[in-house]
């Protein structure tokens, strides 16, 4: 154990999002202006992961009006409030750099399909909506007519 770690705790977050290299993501940053505070995001591809800890790192890319725009952002800084994982990619690699000399379609990575869940439903609301479901009526077989009893013969 370092002896940095024990000071290094109290500035870690409890729990840090769950990201990988590829994924498109939205950062919430806080920006400070004069006396007010406000969130601005910022969306793009995760082209790289480095460092651990405290000093630990992500870059996040993307292309505004045909200029590539790259930011790196500290994990555990107070001024990233949130991160949201939009789509999970699927790469072979653990940094994303040759995306830079591409454009357009070029830059786009494979999504992984069903990797993120959607919200669940508790268990309880299911069942509360079974309770609640009116249960179907039972269909009656419909009486025969003129032409249906012509044509069985």
């Known amino acids: 154990m370092r002896s940095l770690d024990s000071i290094e705790k109290e500035f870690l977050k409890a729990t840090p999002p769950k990201f990988d290299v590829g994924d498109t993501v939205d950062v919430h940053v806080k920006i400070i202006e004069g006396d007010k505070e406000r969130i601005?995001?910022?969306t793009g591809i995760v082209i790289a992961k480095r460092h651990q800890g405290l000093?630990?790192?992500?870059?996040?890319?993307?292309?505004?009006q045909g200029e590539g725009v790259e930011r790196i952002f500290p994990v555990h800084s107070p001024r990233v409030?949130?991160?949201?994982?939009?789509?999970k990619g699927r790469v072979r690699r653990a940094k994303l750099h040759y995306l830079r000399e591409r454009m357009g379609r070029a830059t786009k990575v494979e999504e992984r399909l069903g990797a993120i869940e959607a919200p669940t439903p508790a268990p309880k609301a299911k069942a509360e909506a079974k309770?609640?479901?009116k249960p179907?009526?039972?269909?009656?077989?419909k009486a025969e007519t003129k032409t249906e009893a012509h044509t069985k013969k």
């Open 40 to 42: 601005q995001i910022f």
């Open 55 to 64: 000093s630990e790192t992500f870059t996040v890319r993307r292309i505004v």
């Open 81 to 87: 409030a949130a991160i949201e994982v939009k789509k």
């Open 131 to 133: 309770a609640e479901a």
């Open 136 to 141: 179907e009526p039972k269909l009656e077989p």
